[in-house]
């Protein structure tokens, strides 16, 4: 008798290909540039750390190249044409990335082995009016701990480029960076959202709600305004 309760019975006979599971692959090919005195005297991270970056894809043969950590407030979700997969907290963080990559393809045009890392930022704006306000001030020093805590665990980078904007995440990369001592540092600001050509700003588009309580705005010109207000990423 066929148990209606089997796991290929609740799958609609679709179990098989889910237990077809790869418990081995074959693996990068080459070698590493390992030396004698990096097995007896280096760090056991910074072995690790070689097959660690091979495995996610970079060439064996350039492992030796200057690395340089590139971090940012990046949010959200791009995909290349622009449209969202998953929405950030706010325009300013939405197309950082692209900042990162543009540095990152000149970093290895030009002979370095970039990393990335992201500690994304909140948005007191999105926040305003209750109790996410409270986490607002608070993340600009829990961010640049965080970002110094990353820049620290990756102890082979050289150098360090912080692309940020926003009134909470750039100064938390700045007091990233500026915690650094003599390593090399870059800041990169993110650029600001466009105002649309025909409305209002980010800022004054946030009174809405209180100029239609005191009859100075319709629901129309509400709705329409604050449609058009962040007019472009930043």
């Not at 290349?80 to 939405?94: C, R």
């Not at 007191?124 to 110094?148: H, I, K, Y």
């Not at 209002?200 to 005191?214: L, P």
Request: glycine share 12%.
């Amino acid at each position: 008798m066929t148990n209606p309760f089997s796991l290929d019975a609740l799958l609609g006979g679709a179990a098989a290909p889910l237990l077809d599971v790869s418990t081995s692959a074959p693996g990068p090919q080459g070698r590493l540039p390992l030396t004698e005195d990096m097995l007896l005297n280096a760090p056991s991270g910074d072995l690790f750390a070689l097959s660690q970056n091979v495995g996610m894809g970079w060439d064996p043969e350039e492992l030796t190249r200057t690395q340089v950590l590139i971090l940012s407030t990046q949010g959200g979700i791009r995909a290349p044409d622009g449209t969202p997969i998953a929405l950030g907290y706010h325009t300013g963080h939405w197309e950082v990335g692209l900042l990162m990559q543009a540095a990152a393809h000149e970093l290895r045009a030009n002979g370095g082995m970039p990393f990335a890392a992201y500690c994304t930022d909140p948005c007191d704006g999105r926040s305003q009016g209750t109790e996410g306000m409270l986490d607002s001030l608070p993340f600009r020093n829990d961010a640049a701990t965080v970002f110094r805590r990353l820049i620290r665990s990756l102890p082979t980078r050289q150098a360090v480029i912080g692309v940020a904007t926003c009134d909470k995440g750039l100064p938390a990369m700045m007091m990233a960076l500026a915690g650094c001592g003599d390593l090399p540092c870059v800041l990169v600001p993110g650029g600001v959202t466009l105002p649309p050509e025909d409305g209002e700003d980010a800022g004054k588009i946030q009174t809405i709600g209180a100029r239609y309580s005191h009859g100075t705005l319709t629901l129309q010109e509400a709705a329409e305004l604050g449609c058009r207000a962040c007019a472009s990423p930043g």
